[in-house]
């Protein structure tokens, strides 16, 4: 398979078409192998408009989500990022010249994805998605949904740092964005998702009495 001229194309009728059109993100797409987060049986998925499952309970967003997502964010060259089950918004972020941590929950997962995120200079820990991993950050993107908004990620947002991620309690979740003031949030609905909600990340159960 020509995974360059499929990733040509997935920017091209999916990318451009959803109107991401930030030229140096639109180039650091078409630079990313995307292929190489997802297990040799898989790699054929990579460029169609799916969210491809790269270990057991973990998907890759559709590349189009990723770019509104991180075309939201503007992303600047040294920020630091931390990409929560984001691998592929980190392969992104560290083209386009971002100091950038990748977070995942599962050694097995971290483990397929981890020799694709080191040869982008991308350093990877392991560790529950609810509790994010140093900091302070300038941004935070997450590729997965969660229920309810993580005030632990907001806490290792620096101020005027920025949060992408989806928002989901049903079958259709919502990206949004947060700014982290110096005193409040600010928070901007995006485009609506059905990104996968993270471990541990679900809504908790409550009990009616």
Excluded: C
């Excluded at 995307?34 to 998925?45: A, G, K, M, N």
């Amino acid at each position: 398979m020509d995974f360059s001229a499929a990733r040509q194309v997935m920017v091209d009728s999916q990318v451009r078409t959803s109107d991401v059109t930030n030229r140096k993100l639109q180039s650091a797409l078409l630079k990313v192998a995307r292929e190489t987060l997802l297990p040799e049986e898989r790699r054929f998925e990579a460029y169609a408009d799916v969210s491809p499952t790269f270990a057991p309970g973990r998907q890759l967003m559709l590349p189009r989500d990723v770019g509104k997502l991180l075309q939201a964010l503007e992303p600047v060259p040294g920020e630091r990022a931390l990409a929560i089950g984001a691998p592929y918004a980190a392969l992104v972020m560290a083209q386009m010249g971002l100091e950038v941590v990748a977070q995942e929950a599962d050694e097995a997962a971290a483990a397929l994805i981890g020799p694709a995120l080191a040869e982008a200079g991308v350093h990877l820990e392991v560790a529950p998605f609810d509790a994010p991993v140093g900091g302070p950050f300038d941004l935070i993107v997450s590729e997965g949904a969660v229920s309810a908004r993580p005030d632990a990620w907001l806490d290792v947002l620096q101020p005027g740092g920025r949060l992408g991620m989806v928002e989901r309690t049903g079958p259709i979740g919502k990206a949004v964005l947060y700014q982290k003031q110096n005193v409040g949030l600010s928070r901007r609905a995006l485009f609506e998702s059905a990104a996968q909600v993270l471990a541990g990340m679900e809504a908790k159960p409550t009990f009616a009495f």
